[in-house]
C-alpha cells in the first residue's frame, strides 16, 4: 500500500516487481494514473507471495477493507508510516 505525504489517500496495488512499481509512482511514469493525481509514493505497508494468485486475492481482500482497517493493518507494520522503499529497493536483486 501506497499513500501521499498527508496519508489522505491509501492506494494498494499487485506488482511481481516492487521495487521497479514503487520507483515508477514515485516518478510519476504514468502521469494520468491515480497514483501521479493523487501524488501516492509512499510505500508504508507490503506483502510477499510465491504465487501471483495468491497476492491477487490478498489485493481484493485489502480492497474490500474500509480505511480504518487498512489503517490498522498499515500501523500493525509501520506504526509511524514511513516510506519502506529504503528497505525493500534491492530485494530483487538478493
Do not use: C
Amino acid at each position: 500500500m501506497i499513500t501521499n505525504k498527508y496519508q489522505t489517500v491509501v492506494y494498494t496495488g499487485v506488482t511481481s516487481n516492487l521495487p521497479q512499481r514503487i520507483l515508477e509512482h514515485k516518478e510519476k511514469k504514468y502521469s494520468t494514473s491515480f497514483s501521479a493525481r493523487y501524488n501516492v509514493k509512499i510505500l508504508v505497508y507490503y506483502e510477499q507471495f510465491q504465487w501471483i494468485g495468491d497476492a491477487i486475492a490478498r489485493e481484493k481482500q485489502i480492497k474490500a477493507g474500509s480505511r480504518e482497517t487498512k489503517n490498522t493493518l498499515i500501523l500493525s507494520l509501520n506504526p509511524t508510516w514511513k516510506d519502506l522503499f529504503e528497505e525493500i529497493k534491492d530485494i530483487m536483486t538478493e
